[in-house]
């Protein structure tokens, strides 16, 4: 396929699990900030603004601008709005490999989110859940898998690692992990599966082993890097006897296995540095992809002003 | 029935109304006209609107400016009868054979000069007659795959053509998600009348396309070659290539190797053979026009002369669009065809012969003035509308380049009941036909693109003129077999399967004696003695599953 379209499709994935995901963050902070006591307002969301690599913002962070940075402005580029943005302009430079109703959910998205802006935040983090949760829905039963599905497959996968790994920092940095864990649970929407796998007993270290390294769990890193990993293979057209001539496999499978044979308490030791180190993996997979499939296309850009 | 408010004030209209004959419904248009009436005021704006939010939902629009507008479409169809039809599509075939004709000959042995058919002169000076590919001989001898001819109708009734585009006419689309949207619109007016069918375009073009590719290729890669998101017209390239199934390219995308055009994939290059371009001559190639140009593709004109790509429509067509050859077709048709023309142009006077000049510029506030290559309504004059000092300014533009200027009289469109503000009033439409050839014969799509102009009184319907469009339904032939209408056929019955359910889940709900062994579980989780058996057996309503969560959670919690 053509690599604009892939680089596209790539992208669609990853900008709508990042609204997805985005709003899954700011939920748990948001409760946790209302639920525990001993919480310190400026230091937490500070910490999150970090987690979230935003640098310069002035002011002393609070909620509201923790909404107004990560949710609602336009034109701060790691927020919902932004994301969906991104994800509906990427969409349209596809549009003629999307299904029409793939395309009519991702704008209808797009064009709610004025809308979404005035709801009190729960509700608009579950309509974001909801609205990102329909479009996967739709893709996945009116897609063909091919290769524009595998791109999209990598790109969804790779920013849910990137994003889970931020969410588990976040829990890993509430000063009230009692109150923190199981609404980062319940964020990932693992609450349940959660409590069926370990019979109802919960600690802090089995829900971060639970979210990391779940096999089983949709959500999990170890899930996500090995759907990421079956991605690659399915685009890789001819098997390799030995090795890995891809460099986004080798480093997705690295972090993979390192996550999966390490002792775990090595691991949540400290678990912000870990995630750090994860998501800086995701960064040189995402670029060995670009690279590799998607350079072509980016030989010359547009040249706004011409009319025809 | 007191619903008639709809079409109160309409009025006598001066000119042709499409619907109604003085104060008389026209046949075709009884039971359009029936259905609204009865529909009512209130019932259809509610349609109307859910009409404008799913072209909006959908991402129908059209760039203006660089912003993105959702494309208006009036819940008022237009109806055009078969046999009206058949004089439009006898006469858009007619001429799109006669402008064929017309290319071959001006970019080949030019035998219309020698002739004395059109003055060499006419031809060359055109801006858009193109040199470079004098001598190319197209792979099917087809330089005019998609045309759109601009019609109208007059005082009487009768088509007149306005202009011709054979270079890249834009709209097909309008017509394919107009039909759509409509038809979901008013699903029982529709049901009430046997309309032709629009969706086939896309299969046409497919194979006019593959039929036009170079010598040698039997299974051609057909692409369409777009400006980019930011060209007015993007939402129809996309669906065209999206309908065809093949790739939407950029001109980032392509890259001439050694003749030949090739498209930048995940897996490396990959031969293009046919490329529907929706690029402008003058951006096509910055080594032979614009250099400037970063939306076409260096070199792609010499792999076109070497025969191993196809563009269509050819580059060089815009000679045929000038508005000034247009003056000619009458000529061509009879010259090339040695036929009458079927359908009439306007009336046109050529400002660079003198004595039409001098008549014209004695009347410049009774006509309308046209540049020659303009499109899009761009630069046009329309005289009683115009001050003093345009007029004035006119004059000297027309001085200046004569050959530069047509003239037509003022013609008054036809009107068609379109719902605005007040009610269902008349507003001014013309009429888009598209046509595909492909070698062996010209396909006219029934129906085309109506354009309606909004403002009341509003001459000019383009969409960058706050023009709307309308549905078009061709009525089918008395003898149309059924299939031609946009009707489901007519299916034998089919014995059914029976669908298979769940355990326990009947129509009825679980029966009362396991609703109240349910509740009595539900007791018993709270108590946290639940055993899997008894969930399986039992039939789940949603109030005891809504109970077991909460139970399981505040115990776990």
Redesign the interface.
């Known amino acids: 396929?053509?690599?604009?379209?892939?680089e596209s499709l790539f992208w669609i994935g990853r900008y709508l699990e990042r609204a997805d995901d985005t709003a899954r963050i700011l939920d748990v902070q948001m409760q946790v900030l209302v639920e525990d006591p001993g919480m310190d307002e400026r230091t937490s969301c500070e910490q999150l603004l970090s987690v979230m690599g935003v640098e310069d913002y002035t002011g002393l962070p609070n909620r509201w601008m923790l909404l107004d940075l990560l949710a609602h402005n336009p034109d701060s580029p790691v927020s919902i709005a932004a994301a969906i943005g991104a994800a509906r302009?990427s969409s349209?430079?596809a549009?003629?490999?999307l299904s029409?109703d793939i395309?009519?959910a991702i704008?209808?998205t797009w064009?709610g989110l004025s809308t979404a802006r005035a709801m009190r935040p729960p509700d608009m983090f579950s309509w974001v859940r909801n609205r990102t949760a329909m479009i996967s829905g739709i893709a996945d039963s009116t897609m063909s898998r091919d290769?524009g599905w595998h791109?999209y497959m990598l790109g969804r996968s790779i920013e849910r690692v990137d994003m889970t790994a931020r969410l588990l920092s976040t829990a890993a940095l509430a000063s009230g992990p009692q109150v923190a864990w199981?609404t980062t649970l319940r964020a990932c929407g693992a609450y349940?599966s959660f409590?069926r796998a370990y019979r109802?007993i919960?600690s802090d270290r089995q829900a971060a082993e639970f979210l990391l390294l779940d096999r089983w769990f949709p959500r999990s890193i170890v899930s996500s890097l090995a759907e990421a990993e079956r991605a690659l293979n399915n685009?890789e057209?001819a098997g390799q006897r030995s090795g890995f001539s891809d460099e986004a496999q080798r480093l997705l499978g690295r972090a993979r296995t390192e996550l999966e044979y390490r002792p775990l308490a090595e691991i949540v030791f400290d678990l912000p540095v870990e995630m750090e180190r994860l998501q800086r993996s995701c960064a040189a997979a995402s670029d060995a992809v670009s690279a590799r499939?998607?350079a072509?296309?980016e030989?010359?850009?547009?040249?706004?002003g011409?009319v025809? | 029935m007191n619903t008639s408010e709809l079409f109160d004030g309409y009025g006598p209209v001066a000119g042709f109304d499409e619907m109604f004959e003085g104060t008389e419904v026209r046949p075709g248009y009884r039971q359009v006209h029936t259905s609204f009436e009865k529909m009512g005021a209130d019932e259809v704006r509610l349609r109307a609107d859910s009409l404008a939010s799913s072209y909006?939902?959908?991402?129908v629009t059209f760039g203006v400016e660089g912003e993105e507008r959702p494309f208006p479409l009036d819940i008022v169809p237009r109806l055009i009868e078969a046999q009206d039809w058949d004089h439009v599509e006898r006469g858009v075939r007619q001429r799109v054979l006669a402008l064929e004709a017309f290319l071959a000959d001006a970019y080949g042995p030019g035998e219309l000069f020698a002739d004395r058919v059109v003055p060499r002169n006419t031809v060359v000076t055109s801006p858009h007659y193109h040199r470079v590919v004098a001598g190319l001989e197209p792979a099917n001898g087809v330089r005019v795959h998609v045309a759109g001819v601009d019609l109208i109708r007059d005082g009487h009734g009768d088509f007149r053509v306005l202009e011709d585009n054979v270079r890249v006419p834009s709209g097909v689309s309008y017509v394919m998600t107009n039909r759509r949207a409509l038809s979901a619109a008013l699903p029982e007016v529709f049901a009430d009348h046997r309309i032709r069918p629009v969706s086939q375009y896309s299969q046409h073009l497919l194979s006019a396309l593959r039929k036009a590719a170079p010598a040698g290729v039997s299974d051609p890669t057909v692409v369409?070659l777009t400006?980019?998101?930011?060209?007015s017209a993007?939402f129809e390239?996309?669906?065209l290539?999206?309908t065809m199934g093949v790739?939407?390219?950029?001109g980032?995308?392509l890259v001439c190797r050694s003749g030949r055009v090739m498209?930048?994939?995940?897996?490396g290059l990959e031969p293009v053979h046919v490329i529907y371009r929706r690029?402008?001559d003058d951006?096509l190639d910055p080594v032979q026009f614009r250099s400037d140009?970063?939306?076409g593709v260096p070199g792609i004109i010499n792999a076109a002369r070497a025969g191993h790509v196809t563009i269509a429509n050819a580059v060089g067509n815009g000679v045929a669009d000038d508005k000034l050859l247009y003056s000619y077709v009458p000529d061509l048709i009879r010259y090339y065809l040695s036929e009458e023309p079927i359908l009439r142009n306007v009336d046109t006077w050529r400002l660079g012969e003198a004595d039409q000049r001098e008549e014209v510029l004695d009347r410049l506030d009774e006509l309308v003035l046209k540049p020659v290559d303009g499109s899009g309504g761009k630069g046009i004059v329309i005289g009683p509308a115009a001050s003093p000092d345009e007029l004035a300014e006119l004059r000297g533009k027309i001085l200046a380049d004569p050959r530069a200027w047509i003239a037509q009289p003022v013609i008054s469109l036809s009107t068609n009941p379109t719902l605005v503000e007040d009610g269902i009033r008349p507003r001014h439409v013309d009429l888009r036909p598209f046509a595909v050839h492909d070698g062996d014969d010209v396909f006219v799509l029934p129906g085309g693109l109506t354009r309606v102009a909004l403002p009341e009184g509003e001459l000019i319907v383009n969409s960058s003129r706050g023009g709307g469009s309308k549905d078009t339904w061709v009525l089918a032939r008395a003898s149309d077999p059924d299939d031609e209408g946009d009707m489901a056929p007519t299916a034998s019955p089919v014995a059914g399967v029976a669908q298979s359910a769940g355990p326990a889940f009947d129509s009825q709900g679980p029966d009362l004696h396991v609703q109240e062994q349910e509740q009595q579980q539900q007791q018993t989780v709270s108590t946290g003695s639940l055993s899997t058996g008894s969930l399986s057996t039992g039939s789940l309503s949603t109030g005891s599953r809504g109970g077991l969560?909460t139970g399981?959670r505040s115990?776990?919690?």
């Not at chain 1, 030989?299 to 706004?304: E, I, Q």
């Not at chain 2, 400006?227 to 060209?231: A, D, E, S």
């Not at chain 2, 790739?247 to 950029?250: R, S």
């Open positions: 396929m053509l690599s604009r379209i892939a302009e349209r430079r549009r003629e490999t029409t395309w009519a704008n209808t064009r290769d791109f199981p349940e409590i109802g919960d685009l057209s499939y998607f072509e296309s030989t010359h850009t547009w040249r706004g011409v025809l | 909006l939902e959908q991402g369409v400006p980019g998101v930011y060209n993007y390239h996309t669906l290539a999206r790739e939407l390219v950029e980032r995308d498209m930048r994939t995940t897996q690029i402008d951006f140009s970063t939306l969560s399981s115990d776990a919690c």
